[in-house]
């Protein structure tokens, strides 16, 4: 089993954290290497961050598959870092040409765009995974593989929550790139904190619980003046089998970094996980509390947890593994489709979960421009 | 300085955890004694109890009271610790009579009773503190005075909860008197879940901040069969300011005993507390998070704090001083009117957030009746 | 059954912090109350402090016991409060009159005092309890219970620490009263650091695992200069059955309050626990860590230990209940011995741990000055 | 800037756990890669290894020292991650010809091996890291920092432990690999307990601190029966500056992991660091605690540390991201030395905490075979 081979399509400007994030977490198994990518919009800088990092550079991403059409480049598997509005095309490009991707989230601008690609992925059943980096943490998959097993019965109640706090002053007037692109209606769609981060909150309270969101009750609020979209996300859901979902977001909370977590309340137990405390999660079934805890080592975990496991036990996996964990996952799905022997790979969030959670955001945000009138999902 | 002389009314049947709750919290200062009572509603039961205790016993609280007037009993004030349905009879005369009172909340059963409370108790000025325990936290204490001189700025957003599992099943079915009356509309009135946990984190939300909800709207939900009230409470409340609170309560989150707590977040800083780890208060304003611990000792608190501490540094105040604290209020109070040379009360709940609290819970009933629809409280 | 009423020698001055919260916790249940007491050394002083209490005074221990023995006064125990100098004599004066004591710690100046103490007692057969507070903590109870129960197999290491940091610089050369004494080797005896705080440590190492230390290879130190006893204080011992003592106290911790806590290591299981954290025991027995907590509610306890709690479940006992079980144990000795019917009293410390003590803390001082070599205690 | 070219001696069985680790780590940068190693003792199996890596495979690291002579291999530096008495011999060949060497702990068998591989080191002025991997998490470099700063005054005191529960039984007599070469004497060397783990709190201890240990007093243990070597270690340091040391290792504390970690107290602060709480640093200098946390985002750190930092605020970087920090060093190191434009490395432990790690636990032994016996180190 050589090395997978990776491109990437964005993520090599100076400004672009996150580019080097994937770069980091595919490369920290040794099973897979970037060899390619159109990093850039502009061709002579994508060129230049190519040769930075000692890979072969495309000067947009049409180039790079091409060289994959022609034999000339051969690619396991993309992965797009590019802003949202950028996700669309290049996904739907190489995806129709049969190469996995995994992409970053939200997946899309809008609902249409995210049916069409999720239409195109199943259509030539091509794998393709949606970057929710925080559904690779190990106590995530955990709390989801319990619920699944009937841990904790059925589900009543479910809160999910992100609480940042970067955007309580208008950075975007202050030349911030980050702020400016995201308040951005041009650019970012419909919602800034629904988006950018209560697609999170949506996620961990469906990925978790299996459980659709069917209609919704929104509160959305600009707190900062002169902004445009919303900095603060407020939602009553209605989920399948009447439970009901608490999802909130905020941008506006001062000192609050990446503040995410979620409650799940079932009528056998609950359980309750912390992004900032990702190596812990806790649950509740009788008189006393279970705390279980990722140092424990992988003896603790189910085999199909286990798999993904690299650290001795006492010692924490983290924001790379957890990321990592993702590529893990479209690794082993696309060395499975070539009969290698590979662990099964975990369900981690793939198109249907983008195109959920871009629905969920315009409901959320038509829902709330009706006085929090109930709205369809 | 003698001691103040207390009566109660109600608490003394086996069956009434908290009337010695309260008869632990008043002694622990050596400044007030419990001397007499009208302890059950049931008059030999009443005097039974009384003898236990070695207090003076009445039959009910008309004859404690007549004494009060006949001058064969002084008291400086009572507390009333009946279950709800009975608190505003009682309030009501001794207020009647000036006899300052500690009553149990929810304040009453209606709002109508709660206004004419309040306004007895204004028309005589006769001191009346409204017992929630847990705003006699110092760190709640600190946290409402930390807003009031503006450390957080404007408040923008404000979430409140209270997560209980106990009512997780029918327990009402099962001879349990607790849940028997608090599932009961003739006895609890017209929430379960509002009334009983919502009204605290009403409380903690507008008396932490000093600001009012003006609508609200709301999901309550009857999650377990066979029950009538609501047993999950979920309200998006507009405050003044253009604030917006997030307040939800639950008695159906298994293993969760009294998990409340409150954030707020502010144009300047954010706050955080939790009632199972009250001796804390999270306070983040710039890069670092600032946690205050109670174990710093009462020189790290302002002097309205610092009056009320009993420990030295390095260990906790807890329940039954955060109680003692309300009482604390009380003779205060009652001693400053007396001329006597007492450190000044803190604000703690009084009637006005008794008549707050049932309006609260009034508005976030009939909105959830109208499928979510904003109404004024 | 009336309220027991107790006697308080010492405690009653300004600077007699220990005096009221003994006051406070000695009346937290309602089923104790202080009637009277020679709270100063100086009698006029000591009329004035009891006038203020509402107590009958007396100007020095001596009179007080001289009305209990003429029969003017009844108490049913005393608790004395005075200084380490002044425990000895009253305590010995009101066990040879039979009348039980609760004595804080260090029991006496010197091992033939204590020695002297206790076999006053023992030949009496009266009660006496020695104000280990932390041993009043449930969950410091339930640790011992844990143990003789056999949960951790057999014990074979012990750590137990104590880190204050107020004796960092030399307060007593500012006038610090409590600083001044307790360096004083005319006040306090042959050490500071260890009499003081390590004999805390010292208790809960012994008195949770049920085995006494054997002899002891000890380091002091006295960092601060112009001190002339140990400000440091470290400590290996040799326990029963081949068990092994790390004990360490300092004063010199700078930031640090009564960060006291014990690990305890045996073949079968682990456990830990931390004064400042007070409400949580955390117990190792498997792969994954057991967190017990006090707010799971008495239901959790044994019944030895439940019959101490005093809160629902959800909140904290701390501080002042830790305090009030051991006169709650004191309390329920002296009924016992009037067939009255009250729950067995648990084994919180008595003289033997006062004498051991005394002599633990002398053989570290004579070890220390030799270099460490191991030294019986 | 190309990438750093790595080879690596030993770490390729399949018991081999730490191979791995070291090439997720030194992959996680994407500025170095492995490409060659020597990966097992047994020739066939080394070259298989390698293949199964697709890196280039020697069948021991003296063919691939003979490459890098000849100029047929290239290699910027080796890394060794044998059993430890198979350290010494590939390490001191490298360094004689000039190649840099990260190495695994403890540096070597013997104290006579660890100071002639320092000499190697110096006199070539070949760069050398001793895989400390806890000294790489930056909230330890900020502990380190902040004492080489003077923020906390004169060292006083230090406590360093590791606590484990892995050996608490007999593993060895069960074919557990890694119990049975710890407990061999031939394989491991003098101490088993102290040299496995004590090293990591020693090189904790001194590293922070600046502080050499002259002098121990050590008490070790071997609790399991049928052991010949220590599972148990206890020793007191007299520290330069009149500082004391309490260190103190153990393999018996059931349900432990790696419970590792220090507290420093000085004249004018104390600071306090958990391996399994990596991403905090608790800092006490007043009356509030400070509580630094790695999440606080790069802009909190010194630019010195700040250098090496690679998540978002809000996430933790954690044990592989620890690991490669020293990867980063040496590859900092290299590169400077060629003029590349990279920031400067920090002080990781290097020769000289190798042998003074090798000296401590070698005095120690010396001690507690002599009662204790103050022992120069």
């Known amino acids: 089993m050589g090395k997978l081979r990776v491109g990437m399509i964005g993520g090599g400007g100076p400004g672009s954290f996150f580019g080097m994030v994937h770069h980091r977490a595919l490369s920290l198994d040794a099973s897979r290497q970037l060899v390619a990518g159109a990093l850039r919009s502009e061709p002579q800088a994508a ?8 890979i072969t550079g495309y000067p947009d991403y049409e180039a790079m598959l091409a060289d994959c059409q022609s034999g ?18 290049p996904a739907k490009a190489f995806l129709q040409a049969g190469i996995p991707v995994l992409c970053e989230k939200p997946m899309t601008m809008t609902v249409a765009e995210a049916e069409d690609l999720a239409a195109v992925a199943k259509a030539g059943d091509v794998p393709f995974i949606l970057a929710h980096t925080y559904t690779g943490h190990p106590m995530m998959m955990l709390a989801k593989a319990m619920v699944a097993q009937g841990d904790l019965g059925q589900i009543r109640k479910v809160e999910a929550w992100y609480n940042q706090g970067w955007l309580a002053t208008a950075l975007e007037g202050e030349g911030n790139q980050q702020a400016g692109w995201r308040t ?43 902004r445009v979209l919303d900095d603060d996300f407020n939602v009553i859901g209605e989920m399948d089998d009447g439970a009901t979902a608490i999802i909130t977001a905020t941008q506006i909370a001062i000192g609050y970094k990446n503040d995410s977590g979620i409650r799940v309340f079932g009528t056998k137990g609950s359980l309750e996980w912390y992004q900032e405390r990702a190596e812990s999660l806790l649950v509740r079934r009788g008189v006393c509390d279970e705390t279980y805890w990722i140092g424990a080592g992988a003896s603790f975990f189910p ?5 993904y496991l690299r650290v001795p036990a006492g010692h924490h996996e983290d924001f790379f593994p957890a990321l990592a964990n993702l590529h893990q996952s479209l690794e082993w799905s696309i060395r499975k489709r070539r009969n290698e022997n590979v662990p099964s790979p975990f369900a981690h969030p793939g198109v249907d979960e983008g195109v959920a959670g871009m629905r969920f955001v315009a409901a959320a945000v038509e829902s709330s421009g009706k006085e929090g009138a109930w709205t369809a999902v």
């Open 47 to 54: 060129m230049a961050a190519a040769e930075e990092w000692g």
């Open 72 to 89: 000339k480049l051969q690619l396991d598997y993309v992965t797009v870092v590019t802003p949202n509005y950028a996700h669309y095309a």
């Open 184 to 226: 951005d209606p041009a650019r970012t769609g419909i919602s800034n904190c629904g988006g950018d981060i209560g697609t999170h909150a949506f996620v961990a309270a469906t990925w978790v619980t299996g459980l659709s969101i069917r209609r919704v009750s929104a509160r959305l609020n600009t707190f900062v003046e002169g």
């Open 303 to 307: 085999d199909s947890i286990a798999a």
